[in-house]
């Protein structure tokens, strides 16, 4: 069992900054792929970015790229997403995942389907 706990969401202006971070229980972090997805009202599940269990490579959503970094420390269980430059259409719950299944390190997981388990989310309000 792996519990993910999202915080550091909140209210910002458009081009404003937050982090949020994503602290998991368990003793396989560190073999784990991690992502962030978000979901706004009325949307599917998107996936926004993703990062190997070593941290060596990332994968981000085309509209994010340049403005979004996914980071983790593999020491303090955690998995990170600087958000930067953010627009209201950045607006959603923000979920963390873990893949706990095999896990091929060379490939980066962006599906919804690729992961175990999941946080509750945090909410990011961008306003214009």
């Known amino acids: 069992q792996v519990q993910l706990v999202e915080s550091g969401g909140g209210l910002v202006q458009a081009g404003g900054s937050l982090r949020l971070s994503c602290s998991a229980s368990g003793r396989t972090f560190s073999s784990n792929a991690m992502g962030w997805f978000r979901q706004a009202p009325g949307r599917e599940r998107e996936f926004v970015a993703t990062i190997t269990r070593d941290g060596e490579s990332t994968y981000y959503l085309d509209s994010v790229k340049g403005r979004f970094t996914i980071s983790r420390d593999n020491g303090k269980n955690t998995v990170y997403l600087q958000m930067s430059g953010l627009k209201p259409e950045d607006t959603a719950v923000y979920l963390c995942?873990?893949?706990?299944?095999?896990?091929?390190?060379?490939?980066?997981?962006?599906?919804?389907?690729?992961?175990?388990?999941w946080g509750q989310g945090t909410q990011v309000t961008v306003s214009s």
């Open positions: 995942a873990a893949r706990t299944r095999t896990t091929i390190s060379s490939i980066l997981y962006i599906g919804a389907s690729d992961y175990d388990y």
